[in-house]
Each structure stands twice: as C-alpha cells, then as structure tokens.
C-alpha cells in the first residue's frame, strides 16, 4: 500500500514537470538545418561545408600579404599562386579545416550532452524504490523535460534500461544491461572520429607527395639542362633553381606536418573529456539507479 501511494505522489510530480532541455533547439546541427548526428556526432556535409569556407577565410587572410610578397610564411600556402604546379598546400589546408570543423561540432554537442547530467529525472526522496511500476513514470519524467532523450548518451542508458526493467528479474541483469549499453556507447563515440583520424594519416602523406613533386621537377629541370650541355654559368642559374624547388618541396611536408600535430593535439584533448564524460554517466547510472533497484516479487510487494 506504502508502495502504491509513493509511486501516485511521483506521478503527480511528473504533472508539474515543463521541458528543460531541448535538442531541436539547442543542437547547432539542427538550427543549421541540417539532420542532426546522435551524442557528438558530426553531419557529414554540413563540416564539408564548414571545412570549405574556413578554407576560404584562410585564404582570404592570406592573400592581402602574399600579393605584396616578402612574407615566407605566407609564400609556402600558396607556392606561386594559381599558376604553381604544387597544388598540394591547397589540398592541406581544406583536410585540416575539415578536420577543425568536425572537432568544433563534436566540442559543442559534448557541451550540450554534459547538459544532461544536470536534470532532475530522480526522486530526490532517498526511499524511493526503482522498480517495474516507478520505472514507466521516470521515463515519462524523462520525455517531460527533454523533447529528443534518444538523442542524449546519459537519457537514451537510462530510458533503455527502464524500458527493460519488466523483464529483468534480478539487479545483476540491469547492471549487466547498463554495462553493455555504455559499451556501444563508447564504441559509437569512438567511430564519430573515424574521418578525423582518416584525415590526420592523409595530411602527412599529401606533404611527401608534394614533397616528391616538387624533388622530381627541381631534379628534373636540372637533368634537362645538362642533357644539352650547357656553360657553367647556365648550370649554376639551374641550380638555383634546384635549391628553390627543394625548398617548396620541403615547405609542403612542413605544412603538412604541423598541420597533422596541431589536429592530433585538438582531437587527443576532445577524446579525454569525451572519456571523462563516459565516466561520469557511468557514475551517475550506478548511483541513481543500480543503487535504487530492488527485486519485486509476482504481487507487487516490496
């Protein structure tokens, strides 16, 4: 009876609860207008996009300097402008902007997902008892405050873990439940950084492409020269050239691995406070609701 009139009085609270996070507002996937990724992942062609005007702002910032030229620094990105035969840079610059636009969406859907943590989904009386009846209304407490739970790692544990309390007959099989849910959990969020890592492994190769190139033409302009027997004052201009084509040769591989470093660093920095997070769902699950579950015989009693 004690039973029955606890779990009456948290229905009536559920009643009084009004949305206190939502992801179709909050997501900046979907104020962007585009379909939105669950947890921290990140819409394909909207960081496309993203990586294509940041490439273009960069550009854009450069180009004032490398027109009026004496910037070595600006020089190597662009390598003698439209008409250079090194295109490489250009390739570089749009990896590593694509990179840096999924890792800034990651970083704020993170933000909104720890969001989640700060909701009020548990009885704050510390008798209550999780069971199969006070299952459904916490989860009903839950569609109450968040419009898209699935869309939440912390909500979508728990809804699932409820929605399956009927048929879990002992603690140990929830806990098991959990377990494996925060498994695919980790393994999801662990793929969302699959292109990222494709892009950090491609960047460095297109730097020792352009490397080769630019080794081949300097070589290969030199090789032309002696080919027809030229004066010692027309080999030593070919030269020159040598040592100008193995500069922009290298250039591309520094590019390229700074490049590389700088987006290894951001995403190593991302995947720990992803990690943390994990972590602290996982110690949110064991404390509100493996440690709130009691076994419930076929009378309903306690």
């Keep these: 009876m004690v039973f029955h009139l606890k ?7 559920l009643d009084m609860d009004t949305a206190e996070l939502s992801w ?28 294509a005007l940041l490439t273009l702002l960069f550009y854009a910032g450069l180009y004032p300097f490398f027109r009026h030229g004496g910037h070595e620094m600006v020089d190597m990105f662009f390598h003698g402008g439209p ?7 250009y390739f570089t610059v749009f990896l590593a902007s694509w990179s840096v636009a999924i890792l800034a969406i990651k970083h704020q859907k993170l933000g909104l997902q720890r969001r989640a943590l700060a909701l009020d989904i548990m009885p704050a009386d ?37 929605a399956n309390l009927k048929n879990l007959g002992r603690v140990s099989d929830v806990a098991e439940s959990l377990a494996a849910q925060a498994d695919n959990d980790e ?15 491609a960047i460095p190769v297109l730097g020792f492409i352009g490397t080769v190139l630019g080794l081949a033409q300097a070589i290969g302009g030199f090789g032309e020269v002696v080919a027809r027997g030229a004066e010692l004052t027309e ?63 076929l009378r309903g009693d306690q």
């Design 24 to 51: 179709n507002e909050l997501d900046i996937e979907r104020r962007l207008g585009f379909a939105s990724k669950k947890y921290t992942g990140a819409n394909t062609a909207l960081t496309f996009l993203l990586g």
């Design 187 to 201: 393994r999801y969020l662990d793929s969302t950084y699959t292109l990222v890592r494709g892009f950090v492994w």
């Design 7 to 13: 779990l009456a009085r948290l229905t009536l609270d």
């Design 235 to 297: 080999l030593k201009a070919s030269l020159g050239g040598v040592t100008g084509g193995l500069a922009i040769a290298f250039e591309t591989t520094l590019i390229a691995l700074v490049a590389a470093l700088l987006i290894q660093l951001v995403l190593t920095f991302l995947k720990k406070q992803e990690e943390d997070f994990i972590d602290e769902c996982s110690d949110y699950c064991h404390k509100n609701i493996i440690s709130k579950l009691r076994t419930v015989d």
């Design 126 to 162: 510390p008798s209550f008892v999780l069971a199969p009846d006070t299952a459904a209304a916490i989860i009903d407490r839950i569609h109450a405050k968040v419009d898209a739970p699935r869309k939440f790692l912390l909500l979508n544990r728990v809804e699932r873990c409820l």
């Design 83 to 89: 008409k250079s035969r090194s295109v490489i840079p």
